[in-house]
């Protein structure tokens, strides 16, 4: 994610309704997110899609990385010959 521009990247909710076509074609070519306030608080975050997809797939990968962690600290883990063995049960089954 690009860093946020604080004197162009935070705006007024009323700002962004009047011109809103013209920030999310900015949001989407500079790749800087736009902060949205409200009532002079932050109320909300404009990002292109392709920064939402990654950060969702950022998220994802973390929280498997965080699942294999926590599955080797409590053992459940398999042998190189016990996962060989899963894996030809499991086509063996899928061939039938």
Same mark, same amino acid.
């Given at each position: 994610?690009?860093?946020?521009?604080?004197?162009?990247?935070?705006?007024?909710?009323?700002?962004l309704?009047?011109?809103?076509?013209?920030y999310?074609?900015?949001?989407?070519?500079t790749?800087?997110?736009?902060?949205?306030?409200q009532?002079?608080? /932050?109320?909300?975050?404009l990002?292109? /899609?392709a920064?939402?997809?990654?950060?969702v797939?950022?998220?994802?990968?973390?929280?498997?990385?965080?699942?294999?962690?926590?599955?080797?600290?409590?053992?459940?883990?398999?042998?190189?010959?016990?996962?060989?063995?899963?894996?030809?049960k499991r086509?063996?089954?899928r061939?039938?």
């Amino acid at each position: 994610m690009n860093n946020l521009n604080i004197s162009t990247d935070i705006i007024p909710i009323g700002e962004l309704k009047k011109k809103l076509s013209q920030y999310l074609t900015n949001v989407h070519t500079t790749g800087h997110p736009l902060v949205i306030t409200q009532n002079g608080k /932050p109320a909300g975050v404009l990002i292109s /899609p392709a920064e939402y997809d990654e950060l969702v797939y950022k998220k994802l990968f973390i929280e498997s990385v965080n699942r294999g962690l926590s599955d080797v600290e409590s053992g459940n883990v398999y042998s190189t010959t016990e996962l060989q063995e899963e894996l030809q049960k499991r086509r063996s089954a899928r061939n039938f």
